[in-house]
Every structure is written in C-alpha cells, then in structure tokens.
Nanobody, 120 residues
C-alpha cells in the first residue's frame, strides 16, 4: 500500500511564502514523475509543477519565477516552495506521483490535499 501525505499549507498574506511537502511511504520500488496540482473553488484541477526522477522541471505559466519544485529521492519527498503568493493562488494543493511497487507494476497516486489560502 502506498500513501502520499502532504503538509505545509495554511493562511498567508499576499506577497508571503509557504513551503509544501509531500512524503511517499509504503511498498515503493521507485518513483518516477512527481507533481503538484491545485484546485480552486468552482474550477478544474490544474497542474502547477512537475519534476522527473532526474530533476527536470516544468511549471504552469501562472507560477513561473514564483514557485520552485524540488525532490529528495532518499526521503521519497517532493517540495513546492511558493514565493510572492497572490490571492489567486488560493486553492487545495494536491501531490501526485507515478510510483512503481515492483519491477512491473506502477500506479498513479494522490495525496489528500492541503489548503493554501492567500489573503489580500
């Protein structure tokens, strides 16, 4: 059984910073891409940032130059450093990862979500 557990959300003023963490645990053989998504009220879930197993990254245009995704493979953890936060960044943030549980089986796993609220 594989779990992704997020932490680090909260309430922050516009212009502030937050750092989200997502730790994977359980029967894990390897972890491929790791991603952060977000979903604001009344909107579709959108991809915020992604990182491959070797550290290549990509970002949504709306967060480029403000957010940084990183990972610690030894800790099976992905991070999202969010700077210069704006009220429009308010959303529930979800961690997602493609995880192999053995040499053959792989699955797409999600965390439970963590609320980020940015006040103006």
């Amino acid at each position: 059984q594989v779990q992704l557990v997020e932490s680090g959300g909260g309430l922050v003023q516009a212009g502030g910073s937050l750092r989200l963490s997502c730790a994977a645990s359980g029967s894990i053989f390897s972890i491929n891409d790791m991603r952060w998504y977000r979903q604001a009220p009344g909107k579709q879930r959108e991809l915020v940032a992604a990182i491959t197993s070797v550290g290549s990254t990509n970002y949504a245009d709306s967060v480029k130059d403000r957010f940084t995704i990183s990972r610690d493979n030894a800790k099976k953890t992905v991070y999202l450093q969010m700077n210069s936060l704006k009220p429009e960044d308010t959303a529930v943030y979800y961690c997602n990862a493609e995880i192999k549980t053995d040499r053959i089986r792989r699955g797409d796993y999600w965390g439970q979500g963590t609320q980020v609220t940015v006040s103006s």
